[in-house]
């Protein structure tokens, strides 16, 4: 078992920053690929950004340029630094956890997810 906790979420105007972060606790021994969805209001869950167990990343054509996704797995934890917010970025984060070296973009395919933590962005 994984248990995975967000944290950094709030509110921030449109062009500003926000550092979002994921501690794993339980097996971290295991090689998992670390991922971040979000949830927008009355949208369903979608693909944000991935790290690999060796810290590649992998974007969604969103986030790309603008948010950055890192992992320490010393401290197993993933991040997730989203600058030039905007207000369609509003939603519920949710860290997850997958296994294997494949690139997920779909959320079924990840075992282990957190609570989320809220993001708005204020136009």
């Known amino acids: 078992q994984l248990q995975l906790v967000e944290s950094g979420g709030g509110s921030v105007q449109a062009g500003g920053s926000l550092r979002l972060s994921c501690t794993a606790s339980?097996?971290?021994?295991?090689?998992?690929?670390m991922a971040w969805f979000r949830q927008p209001p009355g949208k369903g869950r979608e693909f944000v950004a991935r790290a690999g167990w060796s810290g590649a990343p992998y974007y969604s054509n969103s986030a790309k340029g603008r948010f950055t996704v890192s992992r320490d797995n010393a401290k197993n934890t993933v991040s997730l630094q989203m600058n030039m917010l905007q207000p369609e970025d509003t939603a519920v984060y949710y860290c997850?956890?997958?296994?294997?070296?494949?690139?997920?973009?779909?959320?079924?395919?990840?075992?282990?997810w957190g609570q989320g933590t809220h993001v708005t962005v204020s136009s």
């Open positions: 339980g097996r971290t021994s295991t090689n998992y690929a």
């Open positions: 997850a956890a997958s296994l294997g070296p494949a690139i997920h973009t779909s959320d079924i395919k990840y075992t282990f």
